[in-house]
T-cell receptor, first 112, second 116 residues
């Protein structure tokens, strides 16, 4: 079985500041992929960033970047220059064995 | 690109009614579609995986006779909640993917199902 753990139920950050959301996972698969999804109040799941486990280089997408530590099974998301539109639930997810498993989510609040 | 449309967005019906939810990939061919259920303030739980033209694969604990899934074409999958009861009230989300697991899933907007 694969598991994804997000230990921060809620986080807040001042607008324009940087925030890091934590995620750890466990899997017996050697081939897997990691994702961060964002779910705003509209409840649509929006892909933020993805990382192939076989790649050592950390993925980046504009203001979003990850710190992928494969040995530690850690996959944190860093949001730089936080904006009001970043406020949402953020889910870390692992795809392995043909299944996408989500963490319990972190609610991010942006303070103006 | 990669737009997934889910319909209806909200449905309220009486206990005992069957409800059908549609999931369409609008601008790509979805070889695989997934159905999730999300309870308030909780994460998404995978219910089933369906490949076009094949029977859906259900997760443990999900009643296949209760939640009927059809994936008849590369752009459409349907979830029918049969004889719905209040405990089936939830937020149901579909996702679609083309190709293999390395490709991200694209999600629909979800359907809020309320059974009276």
């Amino acid at each position: 079985a694969q598991t994804v753990t997000q230990s921060q139920p809620e986080m807040s950050v001042q607008e324009a500041e940087t925030v890091t959301l934590s995620c750890t996972y466990d899997t017996s698969e050697s081939d897997y992929y990691l994702f961060w999804y964002k779910q705003p109040p509209s409840r649509q799941m929006i892909l933020v960033i993805r990382q192939e486990a076989y790649k050592q280089q950390n993925a980046t997408e504009n203001r979003f970047s990850v710190n992928f530590q494969k040995a530690a099974k850690s996959f944190s998301l860093k949001i730089s220059d936080s904006q009001l539109g970043d406020a949402a639930m953020y889910f870390c997810a692992l795809f392995g064995n043909e299944k996408l498993t989500f963490g319990t989510g972190t609610r991010l609040t942006i303070i103006p | 690109g990669a737009v997934v449309s889910q319909h209806p967005s909200w449905v309220i019906c009486k206990s005992g009614t069957s409800v059908k939810i549609e999931c369409r990939s609008l601008d790509f061919q979805a070889t695989t579609m997934f159905w999730y259920r999300q309870f308030p303030k909780q994460s998404l739980m995978l219910m089933a995986t369906s490949n076009e033209g094949s029977k859906a694969t259900y997760e443990q604990g999900v009643e296949k006779d209760k939640f009927l899934i059809n994936h008849a074409s590369l752009t459409l999958s349907t979830l029918t909640v049969t004889s719905a009861h209040p405990e089936d009230s939830s937020f149901y989300i579909c996702s679609a993917r083309t190709g293999t697991g390395s490709q991200p899933q694209h999600f629909g907007d979800g359907t809020r199902l309320s059974i009276l």
